[in-house]
């Protein structure tokens, strides 16, 4: 691209009419190399170039080039290594920092540049900072005289002690866990700042952003996630009415904050026909903004009629043809601005009256435990204590050699999957049961988003670690199944059970990790295919296939197919309510 610019100009990136003719330069410098040809036409119909141009004297380039990469990459379905260089390429060619310095930029060097003061409405307040993982070290005490900054694109959040309130029609009980939601709703200069435009019919930094669909929404989270590290979602229906109505310090009032709704809304009566600048009307108990007026707010539940019974964190429907949204605006009556009320529309609807609020969970159930494995060299298929049992495919047993590696303590649980790809795809349903239903290329989404999510390299094991680590690694104790010759002690399986069970519930292996005989298959990272007798160090299965592997047996399998040697496949695209995963990361 720099050949290009020095040889015609740097106008060339830039003027509409000029896009074909760059697209056949580009074929002309890059004439053996098709994926690079693609990357780069992408490029230029993205208009990479200009979105660089803005801001190649400012201290917003290293920010820009990020949101450019994971756009390419997240939204595009581009490969992340190209996207890369393509991005690079193009920062080098128009005189930004070098391609180096923009891969190697911390995530402290962007915040440092994209500091401002937050917003005092109190004599003191609380901050949100998922840092840490225990509540009293998230939360952050200030004055008025004291200074603290934050990122223009995050939101300042309240924690929300989990608690139980009623809901009306049909009246029953409802219970959310611990939770924090945003202090505000999120203004339009939060949202030009990760996505670069303002959709907003009415304009104002400090005013809610609106004309914003749920689908919209989703993206700004997705983007706004690898932007911080953080695990920003919509909040559940139940969790923004427990919110609205003031918590555990609930004073019962009709609209969220008072009987008075004048004190704490802007709707027909008073908003002179537009939105207002947020955090101007009084807060509720737990000194939350605009939980009643200024813009209607998205929530992550389908819309649908109430359950009459008792519920714990309720997520709604599991389908449906609208989403939730919640509070009323600023066109809105008296009487769709309770705290009650709710509405409805099609995700892909988008106007004037409606934004969002953002919440977060006040853990991060994310992230999987993981155990260390020590490496090292063991017998791999078909060992004499399998005995009969053994299928032909677990022979020849040949020696195998592992480097040391870390797996996942359990299974991946669907409160993760969720965490991360708000669905969940499994049968049978309970936060802390194993995902399951979700092929294996379903499981390599949910790796690269949660890797961009982290910063971390999480993989599916290969076979041959997931072997190592099932028989207990170096300190294996020889055993039949997963930590034990009785299988009934460590494994969910035909005998014990007619559908899965929270990980964790019976025994661990010598390495401490559970599950690893029964409740769900696991995928593994190869091909499926016959074993070698030949010696081997880290083996990756083999080069192609039609399978990929599976192991560990599952809630419907007998105690067979619970050993530790058990060797099975299906296709990458196989969803089944006995199949799901744990992850791995190499020990660097």
């Known amino acids: 691209m720099k050949k290009i610019i020095d040889e015609h100009g740097g106008f060339v990136l830039f003027a509409k009419e000029n896009k074909s003719r760059l697209s056949g330069m580009i074929g002309d410098y890059f004439p053996h190399d098709s994926k690079m040809r693609k990357m780069l036409r992408i490029a230029v119909n993205e208009n990479v170039a200009c979105r660089l141009l803005k801001v190649k004297d400012s201290d917003d380039a290293h920010l820009e080039i990020k949101k450019l990469k994971f756009y390419l990459h997240e939204e595009c379905g581009l490969d992340e290594s190209i996207v890369s260089q393509v991005v690079d390429c193009f920062a080098f060619a128009l005189g930004l920092e070098s391609a180096g310095s923009h891969s190697q930029t911390s995530k402290s060097d962007i915040e440092s540049k994209q500091d401002r ?75 030009k700042a990760v996505m670069g435009n303002n959709p907003s019919y009415f304009k104002g930094e400090e005013l809610p952003v609106e004309c914003v669909s749920w689908d919209d929404v989703q993206v700004f989270i997705r983007m706004l996630n690898a932007l911080t590290g953080k695990l920003y979602r919509l909040p559940t229906e139940s969790e923004w009415e427990f919110a609205a109505r003031g918590g555990n310090k609930s004073k019962g009032c009709k609209y969220s904050g008072s009987k008075n709704l004048e004190n704490v809304a802007w709707y027909e009566k008073n908003s002179n026909k537009q939105t207002h600048p947020v955090g101007t009307k009084s807060p509720n108990e737990l000194d939350i903004y605009d939980m009643s007026g200024n813009v209607w707010e998205w929530c992550s539940d389908w819309f649908g009629e109430y359950s009459s019974k008792t519920e714990t964190n309720p997520h709604g429907p599991i389908s449906g043809s609208s989403r939730v949204f919640r509070g009323g605006s600023w066109c809105s009556n008296a009487f769709s601005s309770r705290v009650s009320f709710r509405f409805g529309n099609y995700p892909g609807s988008s106007y004037n009256a409606l934004g969002f609020r953002l919440a977060c969970s006040s853990s991060h159930p994310v992230e999987p435990e993981m155990v260390f494995v020590q490496g090292g060299t063991f017998m791999m298929g078909a060992t004499p204590e399998q005995g009969n049992d053994c299928f032909y495919n677990e022979k020849p047993a040949y020696k195998v050699t592992i480097s040391d590696f870390f797996i996942c303590k359990y299974v991946v649980t669907q409160d993760q999957w969720k965490a991360v790809m708000d669905n969940n795809p499994s ?105 070698s007798s030949n010696a081997q160090t880290n083996p990756q299965g083999p080069k192609s ?44």
């Open 545 to 588: 296939g039609s399978q990929r592997v599976n192991r560990g047996g599952s809630w419907c399998y007998f105690a067979r197919y619970a050993r530790v040697s058990v060797h099975s496949g299906n296709q990458p695209d196989a969803r089944i309510n006995i199949l799901g995963f744990r992850l791995a990361c190499s020990s660097k």
């Open 427 to 531: 049968h049978f349903k309970g936060e802390k049961l194993p995902v399951e239903q979700v092929s294996w290329d379903d499981v390599q989404v949910f790796i690269r988003k949660l890797n961009l999510l982290t910063g971390k390299e999480y993989r599916l094991p290969t076979e041959a670690e997931w072997e190592f680590a099932a028989r207990g690694g170096n300190k294996s104790k020889g055993y039949k199944y997963s930590g034990s010759n009785n299988v009934g002690n460590v494994a969910w399986y035909y005998d014990n059970s007619n559908q899965t069970h929270p990980v964790g519930t019976k025994s661990p292996n010598e390495l401490g990790i559970y599950d690893m005989s029964g409740n769900v298959w696991e995928w593994c990272s190869d091909w499926y295919g016959d074993y």
């Open 117 to 191: 003061t937050i917003r005092k409405d109190a004599a003191s307040e609380q901050v949100f900072d998922s840092g840490t993982s225990e509540n009293s070290a998230n939360m952050i005490s200030i004055t008025n005289e004291t200074k603290i900054t934050l990122r223009p694109y995050e939101p300042e959040m309240v924690f929300v002690q989990g608690g139980t309130f009623d809901r009306e029609k049909p009246i029953h009980k409802v219970t959310v866990s611990d939770f924090y939601i945003g202090k505000y709703e999120v203004t339009q200069a939060q949202w």
